[in-house]
């Protein structure tokens, strides 16, 4: 893996991927790596609007790229299923699920359509639902994968089940956290019980270390005018560019050799920036006893069940 970079993506001719979030950022990137690798690319999206001009970009630097502009709104589980709906309406199998989009705001507490803690609800169970949804078309691809993007900050987070919506004493970045916790706790649960099953399935998962994208902006809109205009540039000098952020996740996606259960982030010093390398998830992401708690939580409070 020493300086993989996207030059190693293998041919991705006749393969389907699915990318949520793929209008900006890592998960504009990722898209337009899979669509250069020869990859019919879902940009599954919030907004269309930003979709087409996502698909525009990749378009004059990718040469007949094959792309499909859908809309997803991960905050609505009701979006989840039409998304889906429509998706499996016209295409068979899908050899590839990217779940990329998350939402990171330091602010007051929000919360989804359905209710739900606003990180929690789109970054985990919005996600959860999907792959849900979407997890037979996957088994009929003939090697399927599921990408899990976790972050670092999932290391120092600690799931309460007696409040998931963080409904007590509210703080952001604790919320971002226990969301990607949550993501990480699932995406490792989902291995187990694909292994379980005999499923060719892999579920693997990837973080970018800290990388500058849309969401350092985003993050701050809610706060003064000096944190809006400082940290955001502070935050810039320290981060690592796109293109190399969205490197474990293309790895996760498309090297021959990952293994479902496998964590893909950055080499260098606290996993903050660097080449790609297999890092581990926090203890308790990695218990198998949270895996099925927090398993069980998801299938009830979205709805959706499956493995």
Do not use: C
Request: charged letters at 20%.
């Amino acid at each position: 893996m020493t300086k993989w970079n996207a030059d190693h993506i293998p041919d991705q001719r006749g393969r389907v991927a699915v990318v949520t979030g793929a209008n900006s950022g890592l998960g504009l990137a990722t898209a337009t790596e899979l669509a250069r690798h020869g990859a019919r690319v879902v940009l599954a999206v919030r907004d269309p609007d930003a979709g087409a001009r996502a698909a525009a970009a990749i378009r004059t630097s990718v040469a007949g790229a094959g792309l499909d502009v859908r809309r997803l709104d991960l905050a609505s589980l009701a979006s989840v299923r039409a998304f889906a709906d429509a998706l499996l309406a016209d295409v068979p199998s899908i050899d590839l699920l990217v779940n990329n989009a998350g939402a990171v705001l330091l602010g007051p507490p929000r919360t989804t359509a359905d209710g739900f803690e606003l990180h929690l609800g789109t970054n985990a169970l919005g996600h959860f639902a999907l792959t849900g949804l979407l997890l037979d078309a996957l088994g009929r691809a003939e090697a399927a994968r599921v990408i899990s993007l976790s972050s670092i900050t999932h290391k120092n987070a600690h799931l309460d089940f007696d409040d998931l919506m963080s409904e007590r004493d509210f703080d952001a970045a604790r919320a971002y956290g226990r969301a990607k916790l949550a993501t990480t706790v699932l995406g490792l649960e989902l291995d187990r019980r694909l292994r379980a099953t005999g499923s060719p399935i892999v579920s693997a998962l990837a973080h970018p270390g800290v990388t500058n994208t849309n969401l350092t902006s985003r993050a701050w809109q809610d706060r003064g005018r000096l944190a809006r205009t400082i940290i955001p540039r502070l935050f810039v000098a320290v981060t690592q560019p796109v293109s190399r952020g969205v490197l474990p996740q293309l790895h996760a996606a498309t090297a021959p050799d990952v293994r479902g259960g496998r964590f893909f982030g950055p080499a260098g010093p606290w996993e903050m920036r660097g080449h790609v390398t297999e890092v581990r998830p926090s203890r308790e992401a990695a218990d198998p006893s949270v895996g099925r708690r927090l398993w069980a939580e998801a299938e009830e409070l979205t709805g959706v069940s499956y493995l």
